[in-house]
Nanobody, 123 residues
Framework: QVQLVESGGGLVQAGGSLRLSCAAS????????MGWFRQAPGKEREFVAV????????SYADSVKDRFTVSRDNVQNTIYLQMNSLKAEDTAVYYC????????????????WGQGTQVTVSS
């Protein structure tokens, strides 16, 4: 049974930082590209960041580029999202995602989802 378990969400002031983690189990972690998506109230789930299987390539949504950094540990089967200079518009539930595709940037390309972790940025 595949499980993706996020942690690290919370409440932070604008300009602050948070680090999200996602621990994966039940899948061959190194064969999956891993990513983060987010969903704000009343909005569709959107792509945030992705890292390829070996960790050699990453991509980011324009809205988070230069502020967020995605990384992975293929020994601990964990991915991370370091979020700096947070803004109120970053408030959302953040979802960990696993895909067999090279760089999944749309929800339809994701094979497994985590349960989500809430990030709230106060202005």
């Amino acid at each position: 049974q595949v499980q993706l378990v996020e942690s690290g969400g919370g409440l932070v002031q604008a300009g602050g930082s948070l680090r999200l983690s996602c621990a994966a189990s039940g899948l061959s972690f190194r064969t999956y590209s891993m990513g983060w998506f987010r969903q704000a109230p009343g909005k569709e789930r959107e792509f945030v960041a992705v890292i390829t299987r070996g960790g050699d390539s990453t991509s980011y949504a324009d809205s988070v580029k230069d502020r967020f950094t995605v990384s992975r540990d293929n020994v601990q089967n964990t991915i991370y999202l370091q979020m700096n200079s947070l803004k109120a518009e970053d408030t959302a539930v953040y979802y960990c995602a696993a895909s067999l595709l090279y760089k999944p940037v749309v929800t339809s390309s994701v094979h497994y989802w985590g349960q989500g972790t809430q990030v709230t940025v106060s202005s």
